[in-house]
């Protein structure tokens, strides 16, 4: 079991930046694949970006790739998602989530944190 608590969203303006953080709590979170996933009014929810148990693979939604970066600190039991030249249509409720094949499977995960609002302006 793992419970997520994430944090760092905002109001930033267009091209600005913002970083979110995953504090995760829980004996396995170093087992799992990290992902982050937002969800925009009336549009379904979509992966943004994944990072695998140790850091060593990664995967990004074709609209996050060269702004958004993700990392991790298993010893921090912490995920973060760096996001840069931030655009109006990035506005979203951002989640983290934890799982297993998330990098190589998209797979949906079992856990999820209740999701923090970041707003860009233009």
């Known amino acids: 079991q793992v419970q997520l608590v994430e944090s760092g969203g905002g109001l930033v303006q267009a091209g600005g930046s913002l970083r979110l953080s995953c504090a995760a709590s829980?004996?396995?979170?170093?087992?799992?694949?990290m992902g982050w996933f937002r969800q925009a009014p009336g549009k379904e929810r979509e992966i943004v970006a994944a990072?695998?148990?140790?850091?060593?693979?990664?995967r990004y939604a074709d609209s996050a790739k060269g702004r958004f970066t993700i990392s991790r600190d298993n010893a921090k039991n912490s995920a973060f998602l760096q996001m840069n030249s931030l655009k109006p249509e990035d506005t979203a409720v951002y989640y983290c989530?934890?799982?297993?094949?998330?990098?190589?499977?998209?797979?949906?995960?079992?856990?999820w944190g209740q999701g923090t609002q970041v707003t860009v302006s233009s």
């Open positions: 989530a934890a799982g297993y094949n998330i990098v190589v499977r998209a797979a949906i995960p079992p856990y």
């Open positions: 829980g004996a396995t979170f170093n087992l799992y694949d």
């Open positions: 990072i695998n148990w140790n850091g060593g693979s990664t």
